[in-house]
Antibody
Framework: QVQLVESGGGLVQPGKSLRLSCAAS????????MHWVRQAPGKGLEWLAV????????HYADSVKGRFTISRDNSKNTLVLQMRSLRPEDTALYHC?????????????WGQGTLVTVSS | DIQMTQSPSSLSASLGDRVTIACRAS??????VNWYQQKVGKAPTLLIY???SLERGVPSRFSGSGSGTYFTLTITDLQPGDFATYYC?????????FGGGTRVEI
C-alpha cells in the first residue's frame, strides 16, 4: 500500500527555519518525482516544489524560491523540505505528493499533511 | 505563470443531478489538465488526468473534456460522496498551477 507520512510541522516564529520530512513506503521511491504542495487554512492548493526521481533537478514556485529547498534521500525513502525565513503567509498544511505513474507533474498519491503555523 | 480560473466557485446540487465545472487557462495548455476531488479534512485525490483520462478506480460518472484553454469536469448521477471541492491543475509547464476550486454542496 502506497503511503506518504509527513512530519516536522509545528509552531514557529517569523524569520525562523523548519525542516519537514516525508517517509515513503509501498512503492519504488527512487523511480518517482516528488512534490510539496500546501494549503493555507480555508484556501486552495498551492504547488511549491518538485524534485526529479534521482534528485538531479529541482524547481520551485516563486513564492518560496530562495527560501525553501527540496531534497531526497533515495536510500532512506525520504523527502525533505527545508524552510527558511518563514513568514506568516507560509502558514498552511504541507503535503508530500508523489508524481503519477503516467507523468511526473501531476499528482498520484498525497500524504495527509503536516501543519506549519508561523506566528510570533 | 499560467493562471487557471474555475467557475463557478460553488454550486448547489441534489442527489442524482448532473453538474459541470469549468476551468479556463490563461494560455493554451493543450490537454495537460488534471482534476482532483478534495473532501473536508482529507487530502485531494486524482479523478481525471490529461483532460479526459479516468484515473484507475474512479467511477465512470466522472468525465473530463476540453483542450487548449477551456476544460470541463462533469459528474452525472450525483452521489452523497461527491459533495466536495474540485480543483483543476495544469501540468504543461512550471510552475504547476491549480484553479481556485469549486465547492459542490447540497
Amino acid at each position: 500500500q502506497v503511503q506518504l507520512v509527513e512530519s516536522g510541522g509545528g509552531l514557529v516564529q517569523p524569520g525562523k527555519s523548519l525542516r519537514l520530512s516525508c517517509a515513503a513506503s509501498g512503492f519504488t521511491f527512487w523511480t518517482h518525482a516528488m512534490h510539496w504542495v500546501r494549503q493555507a487554512p480555508g484556501k486552495g492548493l498551492e504547488w511549491l516544489a518538485v524534485i526529479s526521481h534521482d534528485g538531479s533537478d529541482e524547481h520551485y514556485a516563486d513564492s518560496v524560491k530562495g527560501r525553501f529547498t527540496i531534497s531526497r534521500d533515495n536510500s532512506k525513502n525520504t523527502l525533505v523540505l527545508q524552510m527558511r525565513s518563514l513568514r506568516p503567509e507560509d502558514t498552511a498544511l504541507y503535503h508530500c505528493v508523489r508524481g503519477h505513474e503516467s507523468g511526473d507533474h501531476f499528482f498520484g498519491t498525497w500524504g495527509q499533511g503536516t501543519l506549519v503555523t508561523v506566528s510570533s | 505563470d499560467i493562471q487557471m480560473t474555475q467557475s463557478p466557485s460553488s454550486l448547489s446540487a441534489s442527489l442524482g443531478d448532473r453538474v459541470t465545472i469549468a476551468c479556463r487557462a490563461s494560455e493554451s495548455v493543450d490537454r495537460y489538465v488534471n482534476w482532483y476531488q478534495q473532501k473536508v479534512g482529507k487530502a485531494p485525490t486524482l479523478l481525471i488526468y490529461a483532460a479526459s483520462s479516468l484515473e484507475r478506480g474512479v467511477p465512470s460518472r466522472f468525465s473530463g473534456s476540453g483542450s487548449g484553454t477551456y476544460f470541463t469536469l462533469t459528474i452525472t448521477d450525483l452521489q452523497p460522496g461527491d459533495f466536495a471541492t474540485y480543483y483543476c491543475q495544469q501540468n504543461i509547464g512550471l510552475p504547476l498551477t491549480f484553479g481556485g476550486g469549486t465547492r459542490v454542496e447540497i
